[in-house]
């Protein structure tokens, strides 16, 4: 097995059982299957790095360091995040890129440019940290207006409103080793300072990480309060492994957490309805009749659905959703995207989920946020992070 090979199961194995004793057997079976993938790869491609090994193998250290912790988790120091968390992710990202080249050093070939994929990892360590700021003008139907005939992506249209609704979206922050209290914060204080109309926080505000402390996301979200009654939220899939925790955030925040409730507001746009969509896992097309039959639209009124699933847009009710603000997919966090290509890792795979951008079916559309942060694979890739403020017009009244 060599050297490299008996460290590596050492190290998976000193994982496995933290894991088990620490934290649960889920989690250790969780771990065992994750980070054993990693060392199978890491142990294949080990040869094609010799000339590198000595970093190859800290970087492969830092991966099980990291997943140990994770047995306790918690929001990390900035020299932990450079010297353990960030290498672990770029080394691990870049593996499961190599998985292809794994394969075929595996049944003895020797395929070129092995340090491609980590190579890619490195582009997506910096995306990762990094976000893009954009002004984004979108068109919703008034009364009458285009009908699209399928679930689609749509062109974001070219009518203008004298005074458009303007709006700030946070999604997906995911408060962890890639965003600390602080990054969060100054991303906040930024939204305050574009002088939105009204800010919307569409889910999956934590990670394992982030639920150790319940003042985390409460002190990072706290620049909000500079807009009392223009702040609304609701619950994304991670949010329920910690509702207390992100109510006592919005509540101390002055941000108005909508599970399954409506409000109505006015702005210098006009009278906009806005209903907070809770997250489910079943029985979706159930949830979303009942939710969007409770609240009458008032006249006149923008109706804006928070819904952190775009997968769910496909059951609300025709006609019950002139905007709905979605996130959750991350944008398909590895595409094409950086290149001006709608490509995600979504659309390989032909999964029917929108990823990112502007959407129609009827007269319904649904803006996908590409995400405030990212999780579950360790880097983003080709899919930049999204800060933007957007711009809702109304088309004409048809007719």
Same mark, same amino acid.
């Given at each position: 097995?060599?050297?490299?090979?008996?460290?590596?199961?050492?190290?998976?194995?000193?994982?496995?059982?933290?894991?088990?004793?620490?934290?649960?057997?889920?989690?250790?079976?969780?771990?065992?299957?994750?980070?054993? @993938?990693?060392?199978?790869?890491?142990?294949?491609?080990? +040869?094609?790095?010799?000339?590198?090994?000595?970093?190859?193998?800290?970087?492969?250290?830092?991966?099980?360091?990291?997943?140990?912790?994770?047995? !306790?988790? !918690?929001?990390?120091?900035? +020299?932990?995040?450079?010297?353990?968390?960030?290498?672990?992710?770029?080394?691990?990202?870049?593996?499961?890129?190599?998985?292809?080249?794994?394969?075929?050093?595996?049944?003895?070939?020797?395929?070129?440019?092995?340090?491609?994929?980590?190579?890619?990892?490195?582009?997506?360590?910096?995306?990762?940290?990094?976000?893009?700021?954009?002004?984004?003008?979108?068109?919703?139907?008034?009364?009458?207006?285009?009908?699209?005939?399928?679930?689609? $992506?749509? $062109?974001?249209?070219?009518?203008?409103?004298?005074?458009?609704?303007? @709006?700030?979206?946070?999604?997906?922050? #995911?408060?962890?080793?890639?965003?600390?209290?602080? !990054?969060? *914060?100054?991303?906040?204080?930024?939204?305050?300072?574009?002088?939105?109309?009204?800010?919307?926080?569409?889910?999956?505000?934590?990670?394992?990480?982030?639920?150790?402390?319940?003042?985390? &996301?409460?002190?990072?979200?706290?620049?909000?309060?500079?807009?009392?009654?223009?702040?609304?939220?609701?619950?994304?899939?991670?949010?329920?492994?910690?509702?207390?925790?992100?109510?006592?955030?919005?509540?101390?925040?002055? @941000?108005?957490?909508?599970?399954?409730?409506?409000?109505?507001?006015?702005?210098?746009?006009?009278?906009?309805? @806005?209903?907070?969509?809770?997250?489910?896992?079943?029985?979706?097309?159930?949830? &979303?009749?009942?939710?969007? =039959?409770?609240?009458?639209?008032?006249?006149?009124?923008?109706?804006?659905?928070?819904?952190?699933? $775009?997968?769910?847009?496909?059951?609300?009710? #025709?006609? #019950? =959703?002139?905007? /709905?603000?979605?996130?959750?997919?991350?944008?398909?966090?590895?595409?094409?995207?950086?290149?001006?290509?709608?490509?995600?890792?979504?659309?390989?795979?032909?999964?029917?989920?929108?990823? #990112?951008?502007?959407?129609?079916?009827?007269?319904? *559309?649904?803006?996908?946020?590409?995400?405030?942060?990212?999780?579950?694979?360790?880097?983003?890739?080709?899919?930049?992070?999204?800060?933007?403020?957007?711009? /809702?017009? !109304?088309?004409?009244?048809?007719?």
């Amino acid at each position: 097995m060599g050297w490299f090979g008996v460290t590596t199961l050492v190290g998976w194995a000193l994982v496995v059982v933290a894991a088990r004793l620490v934290r649960s057997g889920t989690f250790a079976a969780f771990v065992a299957v994750l980070v054993g @993938i990693h060392a199978l790869c890491a142990v294949a491609l080990a +040869p094609a790095f010799q000339a590198v090994l000595p970093l190859f193998t800290a970087l492969h250290v830092a991966v099980f360091v990291n997943y140990l912790t994770l047995a !306790r988790p !918690r929001m990390r120091s900035l +020299p932990f995040r450079l010297l353990v968390s960030w290498p672990a992710a770029f080394f691990a990202g870049g593996t499961l890129l190599a998985l292809p080249w794994a394969v075929l050093f595996g049944l003895g070939f020797h395929p070129a440019l092995a340090w491609l994929p980590y190579l890619l990892a490195a582009i997506g360590l910096f995306q990762s940290l990094t976000l893009r700021r954009e002004e984004v003008d979108l068109v919703v139907p008034g009364p009458g207006g285009e009908h699209a005939p399928v679930l689609a $992506p749509h $062109p974001r249209g070219d009518a203008r409103s004298e005074r458009p609704l303007r @709006i700030v979206q946070l999604t997906d922050p #995911h408060l962890g080793p890639f965003m600390s209290v602080a !990054r969060l *914060r100054r991303i906040c204080e930024r939204a305050v300072a574009a002088g939105p109309d009204v800010v919307f926080l569409t889910g999956d505000f934590l990670t394992m990480e982030s639920q150790s402390d319940p003042d985390l &996301l409460r002190d990072a979200l706290a620049p909000l309060r500079a807009l009392p009654g223009k702040v609304f939220a609701c619950h994304g899939n991670h949010d329920h492994e910690a509702p207390h925790i992100v109510e006592r955030a919005m509540r101390e925040n002055g @941000i108005t957490l909508l599970v399954d409730d409506a409000r109505v507001i006015d702005t210098p746009a006009g009278k906009v309805q @806005i209903v907070g969509v809770d997250y489910v896992w079943k029985e979706r097309q159930a949830h &979303l009749d009942r939710v969007s =039959g409770a609240f009458v639209r008032p006249e006149g009124a923008l109706r804006i659905v928070l819904l952190h699933d $775009p997968g769910a847009f496909k059951h609300l009710p #025709h006609g #019950h =959703g002139d905007l /709905v603000l979605a996130g959750h997919t991350h944008g398909g966090q590895v595409g094409l995207v950086s290149l001006g290509l709608a490509w995600t890792f979504l659309r390989l795979f032909g999964l029917r989920i929108p990823d #990112h951008g502007f959407w129609a079916r009827g007269t319904d *559309r649904m803006y996908v946020h590409r995400g405030t942060g990212h999780y579950g694979f360790p880097l983003r890739l080709g899919v930049p992070a999204e800060e933007s403020l957007l711009r /809702v017009h !109304r088309s004409p009244a048809a007719g």
